[in-house]
């Protein structure tokens, strides 16, 4: 059994600037570190790009019509809702000392191809989007083309990606400050030039559905982070604070978010666009316009890292046996050519569509990742990840994904489709997160206690154990101790 692709040198403390080699494998209890307010920084940063200020500006827009005040709430809501997921996610990271991809192996089997797929693609459309704030914002910098300043923003956080874990939230703690302290600026200057009573142009039944929709989009910008969770908390401590662990990501997860989304929708009335040449003419040009031109291309780098890492760990987790840096490297060259894609035609219209369907399936995702840590009382074997040609199938979270994701199909209201219950029922409104999380965990939860004839796959008090597919496993008898905190 040939894993050690997935193995390699790896950080061993806290500025330990390392080039991290490993790759999908669990992190040895005993190699295990990091404090706890990393998990805020590593968070809060990321979210500090003008892809969260553009969907702000949706809030005034007229297939959404819900003004500032109701856009306000529904920001608050989606993307309060979107943090949960993530932060429920982040806390396997330490008691299994596994990314979130996959650690899905335990319940996904050889079907993870699917969901390691899913967010492979959805890394390269993040880079994408992000990448075409940032990459103008290099070339109204520095006057180069913007093709050139995208190669800029892919070199550099590509290089990020490629020494991993520790740089990165090496990176994210010093740049949570310096875009901190930029966007106060942003903040400053919008408080004196927003529309902070901008009425809603919708009315009735549509009211109700662009609030819908725009708690969707809100949710959709912090959903897709659950797919990632844990990677980022893996190296921790398996003592680690759940309940720190738990409050520090929703937080830092959310208040950025939260913070960038309400600037871009009191700004909505005063930029041509939610570009980087909008926001630096919101700025008014000058000394304040270069500088919020330069927060927006280290929050690209920020948070594109962050994708070409998660990327790396899906792919090797589908089961391509290739070092994790070099994954990296893939990643960022293939999200040139969407990122130019993005570029040309309506922008408004192509990131909505992106935004929403390569997070659609992240919901029930997260659902079966859930149920299956419920099931086990989080006592759950990582080593068991490794060797791809012992997996089990995995076919019973393969169907509640798809049952999840079919299920969510009739709520969904992009341009490109609108579901009938999104376009009837809901006035445009879309609810196809919550449905298809709903579904794919009662599902998944069906078939498991049908096949088991229990709701749970691990006595309380048993030895770790983990479940594979619709096997379980479990490790040779230990000494007796006290009862492990599910």
Known sequence: MATEIYEGNRPKYEGHATLEMHGMAPIPEDERYGRLHRVFTVWFTPNLVPAGFFIGTLATASFVGVGFALGVVAIVVGTVVGGLLVAVLGTFGPKSGAGQIPLARLSFGKSVIVPGILQWLSTIAWDAINAIFGAEAVHILIHVPFWIGLLVILAMQGLLGLFGYEVMHM????????????FVVVTVKVASVGNFHAAASAHGGALTGGFILMVALAASFVISWGAYASDYSRYMKVDSSRGGIFLLSLLGVSLSSIWLEILGAAAASA?????????????????????ALVAIWIGTVSVNAMNDYSGSLALQAAGARIRRPYVAVVVTAVAFGLTMWLDTGNLTTKFENVLLFITYWVTPFAAIQMVHWWRSRGQVDARHIMDFGSLASGWEALV?????????????DTSLFVGPASSGLLYGGDLAFYVGFVVGGVVYFAIRAAETRSSRDVAAGAPSAGVLGGTLLVPEPAPVTAPSEA
């Open 171 to 182: 990176f994210q703690k010093w740049m949570s400050i310096v875009l901190g302290a930029m």
């Open 271 to 291: 930029v041509a666009s939610g570009t980087s040449a909008g926001i630096q003419k919101l700025m008014g040009g000058g000394v304040l316009g270069g500088l």
């Open 400 to 412: 509640g994904l798809l049952a999840g994701f079919g299920a969510a199909v009739p709520f969904m």
